[in-house]
């Protein structure tokens, strides 16, 4: 299957699909806190999808080949899980690190956006991971325009996360996204500048770069989904669903309370 080009009008339903992702986090930040469970911010993200947004949680029962039927909303990943997280009774306690990541599809159109969560007070390396894995998501979709190669992005994202002494995941990556939730490109979070496919006008797919503060390495739990890291180190996510436009890229998975770029992004 080739890579589809959106027209105006699917952007436009794209663009609503994005910020409903983005405001489902903005939601469900205001629910982080010591006490809570994994479970009760997925109950709540899903009460807010179907009931107030009118949106489907597209993570629910999602199925791809090989794997079980994803049984919540959301996925929640804390510390050293790296990806897909499936909400349960774990309880979080301060200084947890905590993804959040949400799709959602309205009119048969994704949005997916992750964002990370402090409980409390990080630690510094804590602090520090999560501030460099958004870099690295931003240094990705700073390269994103019409002409650049994928490689682009991967290049830029690994170098940043290396430059700081952190390793990417490999065995994960940004995807397509439309009325698939997960179509073609892929979108490595590593590789070579001038590699891989040309981007064009109208593309859209995530960025989300899996950021571990030790080894590269991975393995998955026993539930079938969940993702830590082999070492037990830290791992950081942040994701943005996002367009190629005529001179660069839109993010569409944007709120009023999506933090703005780093400084160095121009
Ligand atoms: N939202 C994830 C992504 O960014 C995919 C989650 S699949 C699920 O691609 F089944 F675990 F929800
Ligand atoms: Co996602
Ligand atoms: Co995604």
Known sequence: MPVSLKSDEEIASMRVAGRLAAE?????????????????LNDLCHDYMVNVQ???????????????PFPKSVCTSVNHQVC????????????????????????????????????????IQARRLVEVTYE?????????????????????IQQCAEHNGYSVVREFCGHGIGRKFHEEPQVLHYGRQGTGMALEPGMTFT????????????????????????DHSLSAQW??????????????????GTQPPPAIVP
């Open 24 to 40: 489902v986090l903005d939601y469900v930040g205001g629910h982080v806190r010591a006490g809570v469970t994994t479970g009760r």
């Open 54 to 68: 009118g949106t489907v949680p597209a993570p629910l029962n999602y199925a791809p080949p090989g794997y079980k």
């Open 84 to 123: 897909h997280g499936i909400p349960g009774e774990r309880t979080l306690k301060p200084g947890d690190i905590l993804n959040i990541d949400v799709t959602v599809i309205k009119d048969g159109y994704h949005g997916d956006s992750s964002r990370m969560y402090f409980v409390g007070e990080p630690s």
């Open 136 to 156: 690295c998501m931003w240094r990705g979709i700073a390269q994103v325009r019409p002409g650049a190669h994928l490689g682009d992005l991967g290049a830029a």
């Open 207 to 230: 960025i989300e770069p899996m950021i571990n503060a030790g080894k590269a390495a991975i393995r998955e739990l026993a539930d079938g989904w969940t993702i830590v890291t082999k």
């Open 239 to 256: 994701e943005h669903t996002v367009l190629v436009t005529a001179t660069g890229f839109e993010v569409m998975t944007q709120s009023a």
